[in-house]
């Protein structure tokens, strides 16, 4: 049981820091990112930390 709530942990500071990041790169005005290739990456991983975090708070339901 603590070993889940590490890994909910780990992915939520996964989550926070690749939103943040996210953030940072997009350009609002042109509504592009500086780098596209490297924010696929980084949506791809936030995605899947914050799938995770959905469903270990599903399962403890």
């Given at each position: 049981?603590g070993?889940?709530?590490g890994?909910?942990f780990v ?7 690749l ?11 042109t ?5 596209p290739a490297?924010?696929i990456v ?12 959905v ?7």
């Amino acid at each position: 049981m603590g070993n889940k709530k590490g890994l909910t942990f780990v992915f939520a500071i996964v989550a926070i820091i690749l939103g943040w990041t996210i953030f940072k790169q997009f350009d609002f005005e042109t509504l592009k990112f500086e780098k596209p290739a490297l924010a696929i990456v980084y949506v791809l991983t936030f995605i899947m930390s914050v799938y995770f975090l959905v469903r270990s708070f599903k399962e403890k339901e």
